[in-house]
């Protein structure tokens, strides 16, 4: 054997710390080049400023190569013996990824093998170790279970610091799948014990969750029922404690169990902390310097409260600003461009591109929008990696991604045309109520927006890279285009947004194809015409490197020391919590708000303080849990004539451009394809737009119809909506028409000496055999409601093309006039009788 030490003084000698010496020195593979000029920044500032620092977000372009500089940021703790280190990766796919980047560098590196057990060369400090971060953040972590072996650990490493976050969110959540062998009984235990209780909350609502009619429904547990059977829940939880959605979780929400709020879905039962942190995961927790590996354009407070990070640190992260922006984005929102381009036209342009020799990106937010897709190009979730790895091979294909807007790298080639195809959906039904309940809420918009920006960099890797981004969906381009909305996107992006803009302004189709001008501008675009390059880098170096975002550090901060003097049974944290919500100018967060203080006096044993400010926050906010003492609220008298509401309705939006983006969205969600909630929000709205006091009963009161409209004195419009019904039903089957008897009879109940037109939203108008309608009610189908829809979308289009204060009585009673909407025209145009027995 050779003994390569006799041709040295000396066999030992002390290993580089400095990460870029370290780097001179690795055995890398030819093809890698020298650190970058921003990569030696930000090691040098870390190495000489920052190495200390307990929390560290350091922030770095997409495809600036921040994997290389997390790598050697770990390797230069471990030559320095401070050890153990970890890279935390949000899923294993990226797993993989780091591991053949470190390969490449020459960095050792070990991952958890299969016996699940962390790697001896980990807990010596000798390799890093990469793992997924559902690994080391669940209820039977093999960090926490292992601390006494290696102590605590010494640097952790989060890679994606926002899709970490979603983990341990997860982490504090059990599921539960209706359909699953193993879970389904527990579904339907805790469904039963609170089926009473929902049904207070809608009876419409839940009756169609139990007949699988509302396949994306979902209800929440009040929190009084929710805490009253707490012990009933733990007993069910622990009698199921072996079953894979229950055990991950429960250890992490066993011990608050009454801080918790259950989701009951038609498919899924979710149990979540309501302010998930990682002080259950000490192994991350107590870390001596925990890093966040962030995109530019990330909001990296959200940290503040889950990961415990401090405001100075999300303030002052490490990052090198001598870079305005980074990629070429052509931002194309195809709808401004021509009003040919309407979504489906779009998807079919998409589709045609499969044969270019580059790859083709379709984001969509849900199962549903995917069936708009061949279901050959839609990827499941256990062949998304395979997919995603064929195309990067190729530089060319076609795939459909279904709510993936991060986690997935496209770069060059492999993704030259991405689809945002609809506004984001979110996964979890906590987001999806929280959305619901704050849609006013800037830093509810705020997350959107990171999840928008997350989708338009998956096809932008680097500084030379480039992808041309189409966007449809009216909600989609309202957000995007809104003033209250479009401040909440970073300086690059909203510049990237304006490009867009000016350019559908500029090449707006009048007489020539709109999707002619579309797929011009891409080929502009991926042929890298001069002209464009051009006017893309002189517009972006337009970017005022001072802009300040906005900041939602002092809230989060705010917000985590009451739920910290909350969780340590401190009193005070109600008149905190009481002095934050006074703050509060929205009426929906401010009930948001309230519902916590009353849920916070309800466990203090304030039963009846706590149903007062429910009651209180309820009216504010009427998406929010509905108190037991609620009583149906009657519509009012007319005060003014009908043109009149609807001159105030148009002029009660901050401009002219902010009602045309609202009445947009409003009339999108009318459609037969829209989740149930947004259909009868749209109908609310539309109804306040036509002039009429327009209310929806179920929602306000639990009982009554979906929607119902006042149009005239003495005169009322009742509807029930069953737009989710399966376009291919042929029938109106007995349930649905005795739901509408029932609401009328409630109505005659509320209302006894008015008259009221019932009408059945449905896609068709053929009854069951079974089935009986009174002779009064009549049924909108989708043909009929797309002529109203049409002829609402025209009379908006007219009022835009006034000055809401040159608009008069006359001129309004002309626009319902010309588009036939005047209250008549409901039975004469825009409804059918119901036809009996074609069984």
């Known amino acids: ?16 710390s400095n990460p870029i010496n370290i780097y001179d020195e690795l055995d890398r593979v030819s093809t890698t080049g020298p650190l970058r000029d921003t990569q030696k920044t930000i090691l040098k500032e870390w190495y000489d400023n920052c190495r200390d620092r307990s929390d560290l977000i350091i922030k770095m372009h997409t495809g600036e190569g921040k994997t ?6 770990l390797q230069s703790k471990l030559n320095s013996n401070n050890a153990p280190c970890v890279y935390v990766c949000p899923n294993s796919y990226l797993v993989n990824q780091v591991c053949t980047d470190a390969k490449k560098f020459g960095i050792p590196v070990c991952i958890v093998g299969d016996d699940r057990e962390l790697p001896d060369d980990f807990i010596s400090g000798r390799k890093i170790l990469i793992v997924n971060a559902h690994k080391m953040f669940n209820g039977l972590s093999k960090f926490e279970q292992s601390k006494s072996y290696f102590g605590t650990i010494d640097t952790v490493i989060l890679d994606d610091s926002h899709a970490c976050i979603d983990v341990i969110r997860d982490a504090s959540t059990i599921k539960i799948l209706k359909n699953d062998l193993c879970s389904g009984d527990l579904y339907v235990k805790l469904f039963n014990l609170f089926r009473d209780d929902l049904a207070k909350q809608g009876e419409g609502t839940l009756v169609a969750m139990e007949n699988g009619k509302d396949a994306s429904g979902f209800m929440v547990v009040p929190f009084w029922n ?53 002080k259950y995961f000490k192994s991350f927790s107590d870390a001596k310097q925990r890093v966040l590996m962030s995109a530019t354009t990330q909001d990296d407070s959200y940290s503040i409260k889950c990961l415990q990070f401090s405001a100075d640190a999300v303030r002052n992260p490490l990052m090198c600003t001598s870079q305005k922006w980074y990629g070429e984005k052509m931002i194309l929102i195809p709808s401004l461009i021509s009003k040919e381009c309407d979504e489906d036209s779009v998807r079919t342009y998409v589709k045609s591109l499969k044969d270019e020799d580059y790859g083709i990106l379709v984001i969509v937010p849900s199962n549903k929008k995917a069936e708009l897709y061949d279901s050959e190009d839609v990827a499941k979730s256990n062949d998304i990696e395979s997919r995603i790895t064929t195309i990067k091979e190729n530089q060319q294909g076609f795939v459909v991604v279904v709510n993936r807007y991060d986690g997935i790298d496209m770069p060059d080639d492999s993704c030259r045309v991405l689809l945002l195809d609809s506004m984001p959906y979110s996964d979890t039904l906590l987001d999806r109520y929280e959305e619901k309940c704050r849609s006013s809420s800037r830093m509810i918009n705020k997350r959107l927006a990171q999840k928008i920006e997350q989708g ?54 009048e007489e020539s194809n709109g999707l002619d001008v579309v797929a011009d501008l891409i080929c502009n675009c991926i042929q890298r015409n001069d002209g464009w390059k051009q006017y893309y880098r002189l517009s972006m170096d337009k970017i005022d490197v001072e802009e300040n975002d906005i900041d939602f550090c002092d809230m989060f901060e705010e917000e985590r020391e009451i739920e910290q003097m909350h969780s340590s049974k401190n009193h005070r944290a109600l008149d905190k919590l009481q002095y934050y919500s006074d703050k509060c100018k ?37 998406n929010l849990m509905r108190p037991e003492s609620i009583k149906y609220k009657k519509m009012g008298s007319f005060y003014e004539k009908r043109n ?52 929806r009963p179920e929602k306000q009161c639990g009982f009554g ?31 649905e028409s005795a739901q509408i008897d029932h609401s009328c009879i409630w109505f005659k109940s509320q209302y006894p000496m008015e008259f009221v037109e019932p009408y059945l939203i449905h896609p068709t108008r053929y009854l069951e055999y079974d089935a009986q309608l009174d002779e009064h009610v009549r049924v909108i189908t989708p043909n009929k409601l797309k002529s109203l829809n049409e002829n609402i979308s025209f009379m908006v289009n007219e009022l835009c093309t006034y000055n809401p204060r040159d608009l008069t009585t006359e001129l309004v009673q002309r626009i319902l006039e010309v588009n036939k909407l005047n209250p008549i025209d409901f039975s004469l145009r825009y409804s059918d009788k119901p036809e009996g027995d074609h069984s």
């Open 1 to 16: 054997m050779v003994d390569w030490a006799k041709l040295s003084k000396s066999n030992s000698r002390i290993k580089p």
């Open 705 to 735: 119809p979906d929607n119902l409209w006042k149009v005239q004195l003495g005169r009322y419009f009742l509807f029930e909506c069953k737009n989710g019904v399966k376009s291919e039903r042929q029938f109106i089957c007995k349930s």
């Open 456 to 509: 338009f960099g998956r096809g932008v890797r680097g500084e030379k890279d480039y992808c041309a981004i189409l966007i449809i969906d009216s909600k989609l381009v309202k957000f995007i285009k809104s003033t209250t909305t479009d401040s909440l996107f970073s300086s690059q992006t909203r510049k990237q947004i304006e490009i867009g803009l000016n350019m559908a302004e500029t090449f707006a189709a």
């Open 644 to 695: 009149l509401e609807i001159i105030d309705y148009v002029c009660s939006y901050t401009s002219i451009n902010e009602f045309k983006l609202q009445m947009d969205c409003v009339l999108s969600n009318l459609a037969f394809t829209s989740d149930p909630d947004d259909f009868e929000h749209s109908l609310l709205e539309v109804g306040k737009l036509l002039g009429f006091i327009s209310q």
């Open 226 to 278: 929710w805490i009253d059977k707490k012990s009933k829940i733990i007993e069910l939880l622990n009698e199921y404690a072996n079953i894979n959605c229950v055990k991950f979780s429960l250890p992490i929400v066993r011990d608050s169990i009454e801080d918790c709020i259950c989701c009951i879905g038609s498919s899924k039962i979710e149990i979540s902390q309501y302010n998930p942190t990682v």
């Open 68 to 73: 290389l500089v997390g790598l050697l940021i």
């Open 586 to 622: 929205d009426s929906l967060e401010k009930g948001w708000y309230l519902q916590e203080l009353a849920r916070f006096n309800y466990l203090e044993g304030n039963k009846i303080k706590s149903m007062e400010l429910q009651q209180s926050a309820f009216e504010k906010n009427e």
